[in-house]
């Protein structure tokens, strides 16, 4: 009877079973449902026979073995060539994991970089940071056109995007939560010009939604970057949160892109490439994105929001254990777009992406009709008709003769 007493307890003793001479009668609560992990999809149906001498009879239990989450395919950065510059020396310990994916900063010290071995020009990048554990409120954020030396180069010119958790005060500077963009230029006098935004270190901006919110603890945030001379977009988690344009003459410097960190320790980074789409308006853009799953994904589906209230389902393509969602959507004009989309496997397993579109705008084409000579020797033009790809709600043209 040990293979009984393993399946009662294996089904949280909700059997119930006696034993005489004859039989073994087991009495299972009909249409009862357990679920366990497991590394692939398992489904067991357990159809006990009761027989009482007289008769049978069977009822039934449905056992089922969750899979995991499918998971969106993401390159990470080789983190193990990067390298570590700190404001004062011995400010910061950046400690990379074995593979090179994640570097982790662990004092409470003054401002410190942990920057790129290339550099970061119109590439659209993703950033992911998260502060393990509660301790301590302060900068968390990462740098864009740093070079090699900048915290002692009178010369210096780069972008600090920073993130405080809480309004504190330092050396009678005050440091406000928000997240901000600032232009460093020149050697900052001290720590303080950090904390406070003064000085050499310029607020350009704070975010649309986080500018007076701090981070969270134990919250992974992905900064989607968007940077190019003239242009720096940022989304976190899918939200946009900056779209600022160079000042005329003075484009946004050119260089590496670093983690940075100023007295907060155990805070967790990663980069990767990340998706941005390009296309004109009135033209169909085409998403893709690679997943892996560990089920037999016979039910994944995936929805797509284009983020110009428009949500469709996407294709799903499968086999041994990986595969890929796309999806095509034409947007009515021009504009920067958010796109997210959902993976799910039908049971309670989703993966949940986000992806950036840039939708350029087409200038109109005007098609003359004709062309005619008055008596008094004016010409008469038909303009004709004109075409515009865009086709937005409200248009407005203008024309000039």
């Known amino acids: 009877m040990r293979w009984f007493a393993?399946?009662?307890?294996?089904?949280?003793?909700?059997?119930?079973?006696?034993?005489?001479?004859?039989?073994?009668?087991?009495?299972?609560?009909?249409?009862?449902?357990?679920?366990?992990?497991?590394?692939?999809?398992?489904?067991?149906?357990?159809?006990?026979?009761?027989?009482?001498?007289?008769?049978?009879a069977s009822s039934e239990t449905l056992i089922t073995a969750d899979t995991?989450?499918?998971?969106?395919?993401?390159l990470p950065a080789d983190l193990r060539a990067w390298v570590q510059e700190d404001y004062q020396q011995g400010s910061g310990l950046w400690t990379v994991d074995a593979a090179g994916t994640t570097v982790t900063q662990e004092f409470n010290g003054q401002p410190t970089v942990f920057y790129s071995d290339f550099e970061v020009t119109t590439v659209s990048f993703d950033v992911m940071i998260s502060v393990v554990g509660e301790r301590d409120d302060d900068f968390i954020g990462f740098v864009l056109g740093f070079q090699p030396g900048?915290?002692?180069?009178?010369?210096?010119?780069?972008?600090?995007?920073?993130?405080?958790?809480?309004?504190?005060t330092g050396g009678g500077v005050d440091g406000l939560k928000g997240l901000a963009v600032s232009r460093v230029t020149g050697v900052a006098d001290s720590q303080w010009d950090f904390w406070g935004?003064?000085?050499?270190?310029?607020?350009?901006?704070?975010?649309?939604?986080?500018?007076?919110?701090?981070?969270?603890n134990d919250v992974e945030y992905r900064f989607t970057i968007q940077y190019s001379p003239d242009r720096l977009l940022i989304y976190v988690n899918g939200q946009l949160e900056f779209d600022l344009a160079a000042p005329a003459g003075r484009p946004f410097p050119s260089g590496r892109i670093g983690f940075y960190n100023y007295s907060q320790p155990n805070v967790v980074y990663s980069a990767s490439e990340s998706q941005c789409f390009r296309a004109d308006e009135g033209s169909p853009l085409t998403l893709t994105r690679n997943f892996t799953y560990s089920g037999n994904g016979d039910a994944l589906a995936v929805s797509i929001d284009w983020g110009d209230g428009t949500t469709s389902p996407g294709t799903v393509v499968f086999a041994d254990g990986a595969g890929t969602i796309s999806g095509t959507h034409t947007?009515?004009?021009?504009?920067?777009?958010?796109?997210?989309y959902v993976l799910d496997d039908g049971q309670s397993g989703q993966a949940t992406g986000w992806?950036?579109?840039?939708?350029?705008?087409v200038a109109p084409s005007l098609s003359v009709a004709d062309r005619t000579m008055t008596e008094g020797g004016g010409l008469l033009v038909d303009l004709g008709t004109f075409t515009d790809p865009g086709f937005g709600p409200t248009e407005t043209f203008t024309y000039t003769i």
């Open 6 to 56: 393993g399946l009662r307890r294996f089904l949280n003793w909700d059997v119930r079973g006696a034993r005489d001479d004859n039989a073994v009668c087991l009495y299972v609560a009909p249409l009862e449902s357990r679920r366990v992990l497991s590394a692939s999809a398992l489904v067991a149906g357990v159809d006990p026979v009761i027989d009482d001498g007289a008769g049978t």
């Open 331 to 340: 947007y009515a004009d021009n504009g920067q777009y958010t796109i997210r």
């Open 150 to 168: 900048d915290f002692s180069n009178a010369g210096a010119d780069y972008l600090l995007i920073d993130w405080r958790q809480a309004d504190r």
């Open 197 to 216: 935004h003064q000085d050499g270190v310029t607020e350009l901006a704070r975010a649309t939604s986080l500018g007076d919110q701090g981070w969270v």
């Open 68 to 74: 995991g989450d499918p998971v969106f395919e993401i």
């Open 355 to 361: 992806a950036s579109a840039e939708i350029l705008n």
